[in-house]
């Protein structure tokens, strides 16, 4: 019996480029798949061939239980769509786009309008409601966004990089309106390019290169098999590296060597425990006497599971997206979750 | 939160035909919104043919010889129907780089991915188009009355003469529907609206006496759609026309108007709703 969301050899040529070159995918009823990987990955055209967008040069698909290619406008009443190209109009208030949206999912008028109403509410654009989505927040926008994917409450739902461009707090917000939304038990599949935002959200990751699928897994066997969270200290003095490495290795993970970068005087090493291991280490190493001059906890980020994974970065392709590069990507990475360090 | 899963969707009629009429309906009153806030855009699009009535009537007016006259007023009566039917024209540019427009914004991937009628979304546009000329010819109607243009036949006439013009100005929406879908920008899909309309405007009767053109040219013009509707109008307001001739459309301009738009609505209508689906699984 296949997931709710399900998909077969998916191939989708643009001109030279395989965009998609034999992806996978099989969603279960209820769960959360992250499909993960960088701009110009496949991502995206994976979303637009599974939402009746594009239809794929090879490979079959079937959404809620109906085939995709065969009956697509069956599928788009049971789907909901938001994300970067899933627009709202920006001239119409959000009460006519959510009231627009409705009726085109051949809702009466009537009910299109209490809908409308039911979910400004919930998604706390009530105040807003009637005022031009120009005029709204990067964060209310994706909120109308979304609040416009799920006018019919459908049993599936696609999201293509819901949070891209928010500030941390909107994605923080969003992330909790993404939650309770599937803990009601909508099926979500639902694209990143933040490691965290899968780990957060769903209950497995497809990690996307070259238009295939890499990697599967939960986001714990995905961070095992990337080196998880490792502690990186830099030390004051060149003599205290050897004392250092010595404490570190006493709570490094399993197999956990340190490494150590002797013109950095950096060394890192593997660990589970979070930010509470970092504080006995920072206690030890205090107690010992070794100065330091940086310490920090370190979480993988795509960058570090796309390098285990194939030995190579995340790469800029733009063919997709060409909005934010991979690069970018890696940055935001870094700011919100990359270290969490203590002085 | 808690009650996003439980909204049954109150399904509305299944009817192919009438969910088309509905859902178009739909995205006319949404285009219709959007064109009552950006009114610029509409001010614009009535500034235009406001200045070239002035400028035709003004500038060319006395040196224009129509149908043995060089009184500027007949030149006035004459102008007025080719202004009208240009204007119509028009249209073709606001209809390709609004859907141009929707295409980058990412609402026209939200419009596929919705169960509604796949024809909808142009027709919707072109339909907010029609409501928007109609606005355009009224008011240019009341300028072209106010520097001298006067109609010489029935109301009824008058009447089937701007019905005839919306006619045109419609099939013309559709073209710019089809630029629309093909370009990758609104600017180009501006542009692209206008470029063309310039030699298909002006290779015709609608300014000067076509009958004095050169007689391969001439031949272009008389069968150009566009003159067909020139004529036809001149015929209904009774205004002076160009001396005649012996091609079809201008022995019989009402027909051979009718035919040509909607023939222009059957081909550009298919192409573009064509087009419109055609990456869609």
């Avoid at chain 1, 990955?41 to 090879?58: E, M, N, S, Y």
């Avoid at chain 1, 949070?163 to 599937?182: A, S, Y």
């Avoid at chain 2, 390709?96 to 919705?114: E, N, P, Q, T």
């Avoid at chain 2, 205004?239 to 019989?252: L, T």
Wanted: aromatic content about 6%; charged content about 20%; hydrophobic content about 45%.
């Amino acid at each position: 019996m296949p997931g709710a969301i399900y998909a077969e050899g998916l191939v989708k040529t643009f001109g030279d480029v395989r965009a998609l070159d034999g992806v996978d995918l099989d969603v279960p009823e209820g769960t959360v798949l992250g499909l993960l990987g960088p701009n110009g990955a496949g991502k995206t055209t994976t979303v637009r061939c599974l939402t009746t967008l594009l239809r794929p040069d090879r490979g079959s698909a079937v959404v809620a239980g109906i085939d995709v290619l065969k009956h697509p406008d069956a599928v788009r009443r049971s789907i909901g769509l938001s994300g970067q190209f899933a627009a709202v109009d920006e001239y119409l208030t959000g009460r006519e786009n959510l009231q627009m949206v409705g009726q085109l999912y051949q809702m009466k008028a009537k009910a299109a309008k209490v809908r409308a109403a039911e979910l400004l509410e919930q998604f706390h654009l009530a105040d807003a409601a009637d005022r031009p989505a120009k005029t709204y927040s990067g964060g209310m926008r994706r909120r109308l966004d979304l609040a416009a994917a799920l006018v019919v409450s459908p049993p599936v739902m696609f999201m293509d990089e819901p949070t891209t461009g928010l500030d941390p707090r909107n994605r923080q917000q969003l992330w909790e309106v993404i939650k309770q939304l599937v803990s009601g038990g909508t099926t979500l599949l639902l694209t990143t390019q933040y490691l965290e935002e899968a780990d957060h959200l769903a209950h497995d990751i497809a990690v996307v290169d070259h238009g295939r699928v890499i990697a599967r897994g939960t986001s714990d066997e995905l961070k095992a098999r990337t080196g998880g969270e490792r502690v990186e200290v830099v030390v004051h003095e060149r003599e205290h590296i050897a004392t250092a490495s010595e404490v570190l290795s006493a709570f490094g993970r399993g197999q956990g060597e340190v490494a150590v970068e002797e013109h950095m005087r950096k060394l890192t090493v593997p660990v589970t425990g979070g930010a509470k291991l970092l504080a006995e280490v920072i206690r030890e190493l205090d107690t010992r006497g070794i100065e330091i001059d940086d310490i920090g906890l370190r979480r993988p980020t795509l960058d570090d599971v796309f390098l285990s994974l194939t030995g190579h970065v995340a790469e800029v392709k733009d063919e997709e997206n060409g909005a934010a590069s991979a690069k970018q990507g890696g940055e935001q990475d870094t700011k919100q979750s990359g270290k969490d360090t203590v002085k | 939160m808690s009650a996003v899963t439980d909204a049954a969707p109150a399904v509305a009629s299944t009817n192919p035909f009438s969910q088309l009429i509905r859902d178009s309906l739909v995205v006319a009153k949404r285009n219709l919104i959007r064109m009552s806030r950006i009114p610029e855009m509409v001010i614009f699009g009535l500034i235009q043919p406001i200045m070239f009535v002035v400028l035709f009537a003004y500038v060319f007016g006395g040196s224009m010889n129509i149908a043995g006259s060089t009184d500027s007023s007949t030149y006035r009566e004459f102008l007025m129907a080719g202004i009208f039917a240009q204007t119509v024209t028009f249209a073709t540019a606001g209809a390709g780089a609004g859907i141009a427009d929707d295409m980058h914004k990412g609402l026209i991937d939200r419009f596929r991915s919705l169960p509604m009628a796949r024809g909808a979304v142009l027709t919707g546009r072109t339909l907010a188009d029609l409501v928007q000329t109609a606005l355009t010819l009224f008011v240019l109607a009341v300028v072209a009355l106010l520097v001298g243009w006067r109609t010489h036949t029935n109301i009824g006439e008058v009447l089937g003469a701007f019905g005839l013009l919306l006619l045109a100005g419609y099939a013309f929406t559709w073209i710019g529907a089809l630029i629309g879908l093909s370009v990758r920008t609104p600017e180009a899909a501006t542009s692209g609206g206008l470029i063309w309309l310039f030699p298909v405007t002006f290779v015709s009767n609608a300014f000067v006496d076509s009958s004095r053109m050169t007689p391969w040219l001439r031949h272009i013009a008389d069968w150009n759609p566009f003159s067909a509707t020139v004529q036809a109008c001149r015929v209904l307001f009774g205004n002076p026309g160009v001396s005649p001739s012996d091609a079809w459309p201008m022995q019989h301009p009402v027909w051979a108007s009718a035919i040509y738009s909607v023939l222009i609505i059957l081909i550009f209508r298919t192409l573009a709703v064509r087009k419109y689906r055609s990456d869609t699984a």
